[in-house]
């Protein structure tokens, strides 16, 4: 029988050792990221439930969309159906989003799939516009929707939807009366 010296015996076990704990490193990364990927895709479709959901509590986004698809006024004080509530409720769903890609929940390519086009009408609207300024230089919040604002800047910003940009700023460069 051949004696293998001590200190070989134990490099070999620290080799194995150590092999072990990179399977082990490596088993638990993959589990993450498959796990976060789930948890991300959940996050969309729940999210993508409410934006288009028809039901009573949902129902502004359904009409606000069609309001800004149609390049309509939004803001009751300036002809629209709208109050301030409701705007804010709109306008805030696209600024949770940018929350959400900013703290790496959600990715743009998961935003942009969802809810892009609505983003970019959104963000091109004059009233849109009109009404976010208006926040943030009259009633002193100027954060207001700014992660809406870098979301839809990224999103525009995205090659594929260079053309969509300029239809929907072509389109709706004046807001149509009722």
């Known amino acids: 029988m051949v004696k293998v010296p001590a200190t070989a015996a134990w490099k070999v076990a620290d080799f194995i050792s150590a092999l072990g704990l990179i399977v082990a490193i490596v088993s638990l990364i993959w589990t993450q990221c498959t796990t976060n990927a789930h948890l991300e895709i959940n996050l969309a479709r729940d999210l993508i439930k409410e934006f288009f959901s028809e039901d009573e509590k949902s129902r502004v986004f359904h009409d606000m969309r069609r309001a800004i698809e149609q390049c309509r006024p939004i803001y009751k004080s300036w002809g629209g159906h709208f109050d301030n509530d409701q705007v804010n409720r709109y306008l805030g769903f696209f600024e949770d989003l940018g929350f959400y890609r900013k703290r790496g929940v959600l990715t743009l390519e998961s935003i942009d799939h969802g809810f892009g086009s609505y983003i970019i009408e959104a963000f091109e609207h004059p009233h ?36 969509e940009v300029q239809t929907t700023r072509d389109g709706c460069s004046e807001v149509k009366s009722r």
């Open 128 to 163: 849109v516009k009109r009404y976010i300024l208006g926040l943030r230089a009259k009633a002193d919040q100027f954060d207001a929707f700014i992660q809406f604002e870098a979301l839809a800047k990224q999103i525009e910003g995205r090659s594929a939807r260079a053309n």
